[in-house]
């Protein structure tokens, strides 16, 4: 059967016209007015650092708002008993444009999850082959017992910068690019804390003689860290968000973070037959040297301001004033743990030379006149 089909007009019929309403552009729909930058393709509301703006500048600058560049009407939320918003007003610091800050990193959400996908990764596989070729086996007793009493204890230390000191203030700037910066730091401190723990449980289960609980009564009651567990508690009680960021990453971290990390461990571990250590530790060790580039440009660009350079350079010094001494007696401190290795390669006051070396590199680079504490 076949379908219908449409009856033929005749030759001489007329031809029927459909009626459509006529389209009128009022030039009031949305995109119909044309601005300067209507045929570009890239954002135009900040200036990128180079020549064409990157990912990063896209998915991060002024993502946070701020009342002096878009919200006319001012903070349009606030806090319960507090300002509104992102104050400027909790740090003592000050800039005349805080958003011209950008982290050199270049840190956000994929380059986070990327990055710290590839050291787990890392760990993951020395951890699994230590076992496998069961290396633990032939490291000397006084090694064993360092990693479990010191190792251990440093693992606390981690835990306490990461979570009651960058997570705490990872909100509290007033640009996104810096608390976007502020939140990696807290995730390589929060990764490093655990794959501390994740080793001691590997030597724990490995070892007879390595008792994976001691590090808690180390940390706690053992002299010679306590100075540095008392620094380390007492940056949790700053409230100062930069003053807090820059006794962290500035100050503790050279003069105790990594003098043990870089300036012990990574120098002593191989000639105590220990390549598994340094492999782990040196993860620990990248996160900083990434943390501290961020913080050198942040500090930089306040001590550079030209409002309020003068002002920030003598603020920075009065945080040095208190924390310098704090941080050498929590590295003095520690002496004693740099002749508990079978073989002692470096003498604490090598390695204490070194990373206060290092430290004036880093204050040089900051523009901040050195200490004098630090010659003491």
């Avoid at 001691?214 to 940390?219: D, F, I, N, S, T």
């Amino acid at each position: 059967m076949s379908a219908p089909t449409a009856p033929k007009s005749s030759p001489g019929s007329p031809q029927r016209e459909r009626s459509f309403p006529t389209i009128e552009f009022t030039d009031a729909e949305a995109g119909a007015k044309e601005f300067p930058s209507s045929k570009s393709r890239r954002y135009s509301y900040y200036q990128p650092a180079k020549k064409r703006a990157t990912v990063y500048e896209d998915v991060t600058v002024d993502v946070q708002p701020d009342p002096e560049r878009h919200l006319t009407q001012g903070w349009i939320y606030g806090f319960g008993n507090g300002p509104g918003g992102y104050p400027q007003e909790w740090t003592a610091a000050k800039s005349s444009n805080w958003h011209a800050f950008l982290d050199p990193n270049e840190e956000w959400e994929q380059t986070i999850f990327r990055n710290n996908s590839a050291v787990v990764h890392q760990v993951d596989l020395c951890l699994q082959n230590a076992k496998r070729a069961r290396v633990y086996d032939g490291w000397n007793p006084s090694w064993l017992k360092f990693i479990e009493r010191n190792l251990g204890a440093w693992m606390h230390a981690e835990s306490g910068m990461g979570l009651h000191v960058f997570t705490s203030i990872q909100r509290s700037a007033p640009t996104n690019m810096i608390n976007n910066a502020v939140a990696v730091s807290a995730a390589h401190k929060l990764r490093f804390a655990q794959d501390l723990a994740l080793f001691n449980l590997d030597l724990a289960e490995a070892e007879e003689a390595f008792d994976g609980s001691a590090h808690k009564e180390v940390w706690q009651s053992a002299p010679e860290w306590q100075p540095t567990r008392e620094a380390v508690e007492r940056l949790t009680a700053i409230g100062d968000w930069a003053k807090l960021l820059f006794c962290t990453n500035i100050v503790f971290e050279q003069l105790v973070g990594s003098l043990f990390r870089t300036e012990l461990i990574m120098q002593v571990a191989a000639r105590n037959g220990d390549y598994i250590t340094p492999t782990i530790v040196g993860t620990g060790e990248y996160d900083y040297d990434r943390d501290l580039n961020y913080t050198r440009a942040l500090f930089l660009m306040l001590s550079r301001d030209e409002e309020y350079g003068a002002q920030n350079r003598a603020l920075f010094g009065e945080w040095l004033s208190e924390w310098v001494p704090r941080c050498l007696d929590a590295a003095r401190g520690l002496q004693p743990i740099w002749s508990q290795p079978a073989d002692k390669s470096v003498t604490f006051a090598t390695s204490l030379e070194a990373a206060t070396e290092k430290f004036r590199d880093v204050l040089k680079a900051i523009e901040v006149d050195i200490p004098e504490e630090l010659n003491q």
